[in-house]
Nanobody, 115 residues
Framework: VQLVESGGGLVQPGGSLRLSCAAS????????MSWYRQTPGKERELVAS????????NYAGSVKGRFTISRDNAKNTVYLQMNSLKPEDTAVYYC?????????WGQGTQVTVSS
């Protein structure tokens, strides 16, 4: 099982980034997918989630209206489009796959929002 995040980097406030998470080794379309983020000294927090077929999404209040989660089950990939980025969005972003019985995590990708 692998979840490989990409797309992180350094961006100025107000800018945009698109994170991708490529999944392999399990039946992607059977898993709800989420993005979490974590900063040093803080607990990992849920940013956004999407159900197996993509019909339902959920967002943390701090990112609602700025971030969009989506998935392509044909490509086994989940995305996080991040717009209007703020310095407080700086964190390591993790991809998460969840089913009734299993939970998988990616290794994380750093997002830094700074001028």
């Amino acid at each position: 099982v692998q979840l490989v995040e990409s797309g992180g980097g350094l961006v100025q406030p107000g800018g945009s980034l698109r994170l991708s998470c490529a999944a392999s080794g399990f039946t992607f379309s059977s898993y709800d997918m989420s993005w979490y983020r974590q900063t040093p000294g803080k607990e990992r927090e849920l940013v956004a989630s999407i159900t197996r077929a993509g019909a339902n999404t959920n967002y943390a209040g701090s990112v609602k209206g700025r971030f969009t989660i989506s998935r392509d089950n044909a490509k086994n990939t989940v995305y996080l489009q991040m717009n209007s980025l703020k310095p407080e969005d700086t964190a390591v972003y993790y991809c998460n796959a969840r089913s009734l019985y299993y939970i998988y995590w990616g290794q994380g990708t750093q997002v830094t929002v700074s001028s």
